[in-house]
Nanobody, 120 residues
Framework: QVQLVASGGGLVQAGGSLTLTCAAS???????MGWFRQAPGKEPEFVAG????????HYLDSVKGRFTISRDNVKKMVYLQMNNLKPEDSAIYFC??????????????RGQGTQVIVSS
């Protein structure tokens, strides 16, 4: 199992940047990791994911070129660098273990999220 806690969210103007951090405990290095987001009234959405050794990374089309996911298996951390943020990026972001590295993927071990609000 793995336990996950996200942080780093906040209020930012459109065009700004934020870096989200996910701290993990447990057998972190055994799992692919992903960032998801959930806007009010909507289902959770896969944003980005990577496998255990960074050999495969996938992004939601709408964030390609703006977001970068990375991980540090020694520190047990997953990061999401978000640049050129748009109001439609506003949501609660959380990290989890994706069952597939694809949009629409289900997930396990959903962690505590962090809210991102992008003002126009």
């Amino acid at each position: 199992q793995v336990q996950l806690v996200a942080s780093g969210g906040g209020l930012v103007q459109a065009g700004g940047s934020l870096t989200l951090t996910c701290a993990a405990s447990g057998r972190f290095d055994m799992y692919a990791m992903g960032w998801f987001r959930q806007a009010p009234g909507k289902e959770p959405e896969f944003v980005a994911g990577l496998n255990r050794n960074d050999g495969y990374i996938h992004y939601l089309d709408s964030v390609k070129g703006r977001f970068t996911i990375s991980r540090d298996n020694v520190k047990k951390m997953v990061y999401l660098q978000m640049n050129n943020l748009k109001p439609e990026d506003s949501a609660i972001y959380f990290c989890a273990v994706p069952r597939l590295l694809l949009p629409g993927a289900a997930f396990d071990y959903r962690g505590q999220g962090t809210q991102v609000i992008v003002s126009s």
